[in-house]
């Protein structure tokens, strides 16, 4: 990431705050908008700006900048996401400017807006470290970004895009949504499974190639789709059709999979907490609670890894500490981490709720921790139980078994589904709403 010169920073940030300011107010809640750095969204509580750190990566020097900024810019909320990137809240406009001087000196923003809108790619948490993995997918990564930098044409690609990569190994990122997927195939070692995003979540494989041809065939996906993507009600790549997905395909050197099995790897739902040894490497994993840090955590964490070591960010709202070993736990559960899988949770996602968004009626995070307190949730699976702010559902866009849904002050609840889906019952007190859950919870856990 190549930090902008300072002047052209100044000319270039002001009118940028006017209008985001004026864009987001006029529809806070709309869909499509992803906030960046360079490019934060207005919401309740001041502006969010979120950081997409390469791979994940971020060094204790890095994660002091993050604390430093989110308490000097920012109101002191931070927050990890689902496609692990980790965003600041809160932020006064007129500090815009200096927290992205801050951010660039720290290596942590791109040269543009439009560099960082395009770098939306997702690793799984180990990438080049996993001694299970087919692939080392960091070289790869490099590639990509770079290609990506230089392609200005893919600056209309939707804002929401996600490319997502496996490498074969442990703690796949296989269960989030992807527009465009790639993933060992392990009956062709030394090919990669290139697949588009399918309506039900899953994904239509294209073909395989050895990785060397992937940034090629990827961006010509990309490219290739964005005259599809431009007739769609959604512009995502799971509205495009077989006929759309096979045109977008051809000619590109793939090489058929035919009946080739393409499972979805285990272990895709929870993150490694606690201490690993894998062979020769030790790591630990600690994730926060509903997704959410302080300053004084950032500061722990970077502590606890030292200004030249690793954390890597999960999309199950957790770090993975590479090279660390198990005395360190105490330290971060003290700090307030979560530091092992019975947390129930590791079962709850919530959005900001009326405290951080317009769209808001209802206090979603204190309503998550009531319930987390009174319901037999078991940690382990994933997402039992969504509480959402409103029925754009942002902390957890895929279904869970069960969903509240934020709606005049009161809950939906939607059974089985994602937050825009039918609800089995309305306007529920939070009351209501424990008590239903707790008989639907437990129903759900009998044989
Ligand atoms: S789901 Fe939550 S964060 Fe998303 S728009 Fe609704 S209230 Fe806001």
């Known amino acids: 990431m190549r930090p902008l010169p300072k002047r052209m920073r100044a000319a270039y940030v002001r009118p940028m705050v006017e209008e985001i300011l004026h864009e987001t107010e006029a529809s806070p809640g709309r869909r499509g908008w992803c906030p960046g750095a360079w490019r934060p969204m207005a919401s309740a509580d001041g502006l969010v700006a979120r950081l997409r750190p390469s791979g994940g990566r971020l060094s204790g020097a890095q994660l002091l900048t993050m604390a430093s900024a989110a308490s000097h810019a920012g109101n002191g909320v931070i927050e990890l996401t689902g496609r692990a990137n980790l965003q600041l809240r809160g932020i006064e406009a007129a500090k815009l400017a200096a927290l992205q001087a801050q951010l660039g000196l720290a290596g942590l923003l791109d040269s543009s807006a439009a560099d960082e809108a395009r770098r939306n790619i997702l690793l799984p948490p180990l990438a080049g470290l996993d001694p299970t993995a087919a692939l080392d997918l960091l070289p790869l990564l490099a590639e990509l970004e770079h290609r990506l930098r230089e392609a200005d044409e893919l600056a209309a690609l939707p804002a929401k895009f996600a490319l997502v990569l496996e490498d074969g190994g442990l703690f796949q990122p296989s269960r989030i949504t992807a527009d465009l997927r790639a993933r060992p195939v392990a009956q062709l070692p030394g090919q990669l499974a290139v697949g ?3 309506p039900d979540g899953g994904t239509r494989w294209l073909g395989s190639a050895p990785p060397t041809l992937l940034p090629g065939i990827l961006l010509a996906l990309m490219r290739r789709s964005l005259p599809y993507l431009e007739t769609l009600p959604r512009a995502r790549f799971s509205y495009l059709t077989t006929d759309n997905c096979r045109a977008i395909a051809q000619g590109l050197p793939l090489r058929p999979l035919g009946s080739t099995p393409m499972p979805e790897p285990p272990g895709g739902s929870a993150p490694p907490l606690g201490h690993w040894r894998l062979g020769e490497l030790s790591l630990v994993g600690v994730a926060a609670p509903l997704g959410r840090l302080d300053p004084r955590m950032l500061e722990i964490l970077a502590g606890c890894i030292g200004p030249n070591g690793q954390a890597r960010l999960t999309p199950w709202r957790s770090f993975v500490l ?5 005395p360190i736990l105490r330290t971060l559960k003290d700090g307030g981490f979560i530091v092992d899988a019975s947390s129930p949770l590791l ?49 957890h866009p895929a279904k869970s078994a069960l969903t509240l849904v934020g709606r005049n002050g009161s809950y939906d609840l939607v059974q089985d589904g994602r937050a825009d889906a039918s609800p089995l019952a309305k306007g529920l007190s939070l009351g209501d709403a424990a008590h239903l859950l707790s008989s639907l919870t437990l129903r759900t856990d009998r044989p």
């Open 196 to 198: 588009v995003g399918a």
């Open 322 to 326: 590479p090279d660390q070993s198990a």
């Open 347 to 395: 079962a709850i996602a919530a959005c900001p709720g009326k405290e951080g968004c317009r769209s808001g009626t209802t206090s979603t995070l204190k309503d998550a921790l009531h319930l987390a307190a009174r319901l037999p949730l078991e940690p382990g699976g994933g997402i039992r139980l969504h509480v959402a702010g409103c029925a754009k559902g942002c902390a």
